[in-house]
């Protein structure tokens, strides 16, 4: 797979942009695009809205998209403002608000009327995802958290208070802090050199006013996912240099036993190119087990 050039089933959708609430620096005005691919089926059997990390956009999902339509969904790729398809004000936000509610837009827009909806957040996207799940109510159906972002590997966390130290006195809304996180600890398979070097979207630098909302936004998420009641299916990568997989493990086990279901695969950060098939076979057997989809 060309990982480069779009896949079967894929288009981009345009939402208007809107007059904003005087506070974004006009991120809002600017259209806002997504990515979807439609399923391959006679029927939608649910919807898979996707969230990306930081570094990453939703072309990052190609490989998961590619089985999870032929299996009978349909996958939205929810890209926020300034990464991805939408270049303006990139590696920038203006808010925590405006995060939540353009992805709240692009699924309510995307979604397939009637048929369930699954919340799916990869590496930072886990983080959006648990605070979109929870603005989205009953309106959603199922989370899954894919090599979540919730708490980061002890080297990452250091990078990151560094980042936050360089970050004092500098333009809130400048991409000037590098990115802590390298290219090969989301793969070192053939996708590092076929797509995520040469993938000129992804975000080499972000703002310190990024930086400050993320950080807010990852301690809420961990509040948040306890009160959330539904369904939940976790992917742990066995190979993540990213997370840390024991406080996740024990977060979870904060949780009601029978809404979450946990699985592991050998692989770096990235299993969407490491082992995207069986990722994508994985989450439908929980779909189907715990959403009757």
Known sequence: MDLLAPTEGETIVTLPGDDGDGDDDGHAASPLRYRQWESAGPQVRATLAVLSGVMSNTAWFRPLAEPWRAMGYRVLGVERRGSGLNEQGRGDTASARQLVDDAQRVVEHGRAPGRPLVVVGWCWGAILGVHLAHALGE?????????????????????????????????????????????????????????????EARWRRFSPRF????????????????????????????????????AILAELARLPAQRVHTTSLPGAHGLQFEAPRALAERLDAWAQDALGV
């Open 211 to 246: 930086l400050a909302v993320s950080s807010r936004l990852s301690m809420a998420a961990r509040m948040r996912l306890r009160k959330l009641a539904l369904p939940l299916f976790v992917a742990l990568a066995e190979d993540d240099a990213t997370t840390d997989n024991p």
């Open 139 to 199: 309106a959603v159906d199922g989370l899954a958290l894919l090599t979540p972002g919730l708490y980061p590997s002890a080297e990452l966390a250091a990078r990151m208070k560094a980042l936050a130290e360089r970050s004092k006195g500098l333009p809130p809304g400048q991409p000037v802090l590098d990115s802590p996180i390298e290219d090969e600890m989301f793969t070192t398979g053939p996708a590092l050199d076929a797509f995520v070097r040469r993938d």
